[in-house]
């Protein structure tokens, strides 16, 4: 494992895990906000995610409400790329796209707005779980037209069945829950 997401990994390992109806579901800065993620966390998650992407063929990072955001923040920040963030609430804009989100555990709609036709994107997120979230947002991309480099995820649940996706998604680290702790996979 690259040396600079150890505290990360640390963390993860103790964080704490709960059910929601029957999906074994962590708790943790990098995918809930809480408990309180370390700055230097954030701030290896984002270099992280720097050196495995060349931001130069990047006109816009895309990251989905709510637990893409901070990502998506510390990236824009470190990088000058612009961000914009995939929202569950509707602007009624005449070229928003509507897609259906559909999680292990929930689903809601998803709304893009802000990317065009030959923007070349970055898609991140938090986790890559059933990859509902991944599929839905890419299918928005694709409908507006937009160029899609790299798909990034912190985290990917190797224990959730995400066959499904139909794109290469690289990831941080790759996690699994086992005994009621979270795993780290080398
Ligand atoms: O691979 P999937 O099964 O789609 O799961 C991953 C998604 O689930 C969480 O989002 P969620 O919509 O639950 O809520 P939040 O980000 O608003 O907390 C997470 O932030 C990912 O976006
Ligand atoms: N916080 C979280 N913990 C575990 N699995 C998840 N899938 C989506 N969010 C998650």
Redesign the pocket.
């Known amino acids: 494992m690259d040396s600079t997401l150890e505290p990360l990994a640390r963390s993860l390992r103790q964080a704490p895990v709960v059910d929601r109806d029957g999906y074994e579901y962590f708790v943790h800065g990098v995918?809930d906000g809480i408990p309180p993620v370390e700055p230097a966390v954030l701030s290896a998650v984002a270099d992280g995610i720097s050196e495995r992407v060349d931001l130069e063929a990047v006109d816009k990072i895309v990251a989905?409400?709510?637990?893409?955001i901070h990502h998506g923040t510390a990236l824009s920040i470190a990088t000058d790329v612009p961000l914009v963030v995939v929202r569950k609430r509707s602007y009624g804009f005449p070229e928003e796209v509507a897609v259906h989100?559909e999680?292990?555990y929930?689903e809601?709609e998803l709304y893009l707005n802000g990317v065009d036709a030959g923007d070349r994107v970055l898609l991140v997120?938090?986790?890559?779980?059933?990859?509902?979230?991944?599929e839905a947002v890419c299918d928005a991309l694709e409908a507006v037209e937009a160029e899609l480099v790299d798909i990034v995820v912190v985290l990917r649940r190797v224990d959730v069945d995400?066959a499904d996706v139909s794109r290469d998604v690289t990831s941080l680290l790759d996690v699994r829950v086992r005994d009621g702790k979270v795993e780290i996979l080398e």
Do not use: C, K, N
Not at 64 to 68: C, D, K, L, S
Not at 125 to 134: C, E, F, K, P, W
């Open positions: 995918t989905p409400e709510a637990m893409g989100q999680t292990s929930g809601s997120d938090d986790v890559l779980s059933s990859g509902g979230t991944i995400h």
